[in-house]
């Protein structure tokens, strides 16, 4: 098992950066798919990047070019640096794993672990 633990939320203007941490203490999470999701006020939780254990790359249209997903094997954590934020940004931002690395990663419904999720605002 694993318990993601996600941090680094926070107010930002818009135009601004923020980075998040998802961490896995005593564990591997360099096994494991990890993705970000996020969820505003009345709406789905939808997909925002992933990682695969290959170190393969996945983004949301809504946000490629503008937010990076990274690992640290030793850390045991994953980052997803966020840049030139936008207010449509504003959400809850969850981190996500699980052990296999062949499902479709932005499918919300098969991830086994999940984080407790952390704020992010981007005012205007």
């Known amino acids: 098992q694993v318990h993601p633990v996600e941090s680094g939320g926070g107010l930002v203007q818009a135009g601004g950066s923020l980075s998040l941490s998802c961490a896995a203490p005593g564990r591997t999470i360099g096994s494991y798919t990890v993705a970000w999701f996020r969820q505003a006020p009345g709406k789905e939780r939808e997909f925002v990047s992933a990682?695969?254990?290959?170190?393969?790359?996945y983004y949301a249209d809504s946000v490629a070019g503008r937010f990076t997903t990274s690992r640290d094997h030793a850390k045991s954590t994953v980052y997803l640096q966020m840049n030139a934020l936008k207010p449509e940004d504003t959400a809850v931002y969850y981190c996500?794993?699980?052990?296999?690395?062949?499902?479709?990663?932005?499918?919300?419904?098969?991830?086994?672990?999940w984080g407790q999720g952390t704020q992010v605002t981007v005012s205007s």
């Open positions: 990682i695969r254990m290959t170190g393969n790359t």
């Open positions: 996500a794993a699980d052990p296999g690395q062949n499902f479709y990663y932005a499918d919300v419904d098969k991830y086994l672990y």
